[in-house]
């Protein structure tokens, strides 16, 4: 998070009737452009109407609800205080980060940190009136040209760093490594099972079926990929008797 002068607002906020989330078509790069003749999307997998652009941020929301309703070890999530958003990746290269879980709160849910005697507040986010306490981040079109399982593995690897008390705040393992554990091998091997439970139960093949298309048959079917471009989050120093009030 970046750290900017007091002029920064506090607050950004949307309103989807008035003023929505500002959609951005997420461009190819080189080989991305075109598919190869036999591989377009086949026909009988439901990511919408092929005339309208495909909307990433949406169909992965829809999926996230279903994913957090039917986990356990997910059920803490209000996905509707999650704000879905895409990034565009640097290079056309497949590996390198997939997507990220930005936090809007301090550890244990805090709205102030002090450093070197001065009060820091995590810029804040709202929609139609609700706080937002997290923001996921989809590197696209990287994420989207992984394989069906990995896709997977990722939306639960996410959704997993979200902290059990849902306040804003990461969750946190013991030890040195709090974010991903000790291993990140066994972290995965977690994530995979999880994904293997959530798929061998009765659920709604058509929420996942976006995620067996990469970019480029999406792109060639719908025209377009759209997603929310999501501003960084900024520290904002606050006055003393202003912090006093948000702690």
Not at 2 to 12: A, G
Not at 17 to 29: D, F, G, K, Q
Not at 160 to 165: E, K, R, S, T
């Amino acid at each position: 998070m970046r750290t900017r002068s007091r002029t920064t607002p506090l607050i950004l906020e949307w309103q989807q009737a008035t003023y929505p989330l500002p959609r951005h078509a997420v461009a190819a790069r080189g080989r991305e452009t075109a598919l190869p003749f036999g591989f377009s999307a086949p026909p009988y997998l439901a990511t919408g109407p092929a005339d309208q652009p495909f909307d990433f941020c949406g169909h992965v929301e829809r999926l996230c609800q279903a994913i957090v309703s039917r986990c356990d070890e997910l059920r803490n999530i209000d996905v509707s205080r999650v704000l879905f958003a895409v990034n565009k990746a640097r290079n056309g290269r497949v590996h390198g980060l997939q997507a990220r879980v930005t936090p809007l709160r301090f550890r244990g849910g805090e709205l102030v940190r002090q450093h070197r005697g001065i009060d820091y507040q995590v810029q804040r986010f709202r929609v139609d009136g609700r706080e937002i306490l997290y923001i996921m981040t989809f590197c696209l079109p990287r994420f989207l040209n992984q394989g069906f399982d990995q896709k997977f593995i990722t939306l639960f690897h996410e959704l997993f760093h979200i902290g059990p008390n849902f306040d804003g705040d990461l969750r946190r393992h013991h030890g040195r490594y709090q974010v991903h554990t000790h291993s990140k091998k066994h972290y995965d091997e977690q994530m995979a099972r999880f994904a293997r439970e959530y798929l061998n139960g009765p659920i709604d093949p058509d929420l996942h079926a976006f995620l067996r298309l990469n970019f480029a048959q999406l792109r060639e079917k719908h025209g377009e990929v759209v997603g929310f471009v999501a501003p960084r989050p900024k520290l904002l120093p606050m006055l003393r008797e202003n912090a006093a009030r948000a702690r």
